[in-house]
């Protein structure tokens, strides 16, 4: 009868164990995600004409500056000028070449939408000196900026966080200022 019972309890508990681990799905939020801001199509990469070229302009980037309604995604309901700081090592990608901004700028480490970046005019790169003089080096179109928020929303509604961060390696590009 001991025989009986204790193979029932074995069997109870091999069977209670889920040999299986779980499996995250691969649809899910990424709080270290980042956006990339690219050189736009036709913007030169290392050749030199008078305008800055995309690896110089990455290279001499200190901020971004943009004109936005919204701040912690509260609606002030008047533009502000918000800016954010370029991490020299973790900000700049020296190889696309490429701006980076933390992806927690449009969906936070709760899974929460913000608003902030992708309802954006005005958006401008600069670089400050020592002085505190500010150099415009390059934009990012508002029509850019509004096509990505379209695509942006629409893949968050969705659940589609892939997508959402896909958008964020793709949709961003900026522009030179030119000297004329």
């Known amino acids: 009868m001991k025989k009986i019972l204790s193979f029932l309890f074995i069997v109870g508990l091999l069977i209670s164990c889920d040999p299986k ?23 030169k990469l290392r050749s030199t004409f008078t305008n800055l070229t995309a690896l110089e302009i990455v ?3 200190t901020s971004i500056q943009f004109q936005t309604q919204y701040l912690d995604d509260v609606d002030q309901g008047y533009m502000k000028i918000v800016s954010r700081a370029f991490n020299e090592e973790t900000m700049k990608d020296f190889t696309i070449p490429a701006l ?10 709760q899974g929460e939408y913000i608003r902030d970046f992708t309802h954006a005019k005005s958006i401008y790169i ?4 020592n002085t505190g003089k500010s150099d ?37 590009t900026f522009v030179p200022i030119t000297s004329e």
């Not at 681990?21 to 913007?43: F, S």
């Not at 980076?100 to 480490?109: R, S, W």
């Not at 600069?126 to 000196?129: A, F, I, L, P, Q």
């Open 59 to 61: 290279q001499q980037a």
């Open 126 to 129: 600069t670089k400050v000196d």
């Open 100 to 109: 980076l901004m933390l992806g927690i700028d449009v969906i936070n480490a």
């Open 21 to 43: 681990p779980e499996i995250e799905p691969d649809n899910k939020l990424d709080p270290n995600a980042m956006i990339v801001i690219r050189p736009a199509n036709g913007v």
């Open 136 to 172: 415009t080096l390059a934009y990012i179109p508002d029509e850019v900026v509004d096509s990505a928020r379209i695509l942006i929303e629409k893949s968050f509604a969705d659940g589609d966080y892939e997508g959402v961060y896909r958008l964020f390696n793709e949709a961003y």
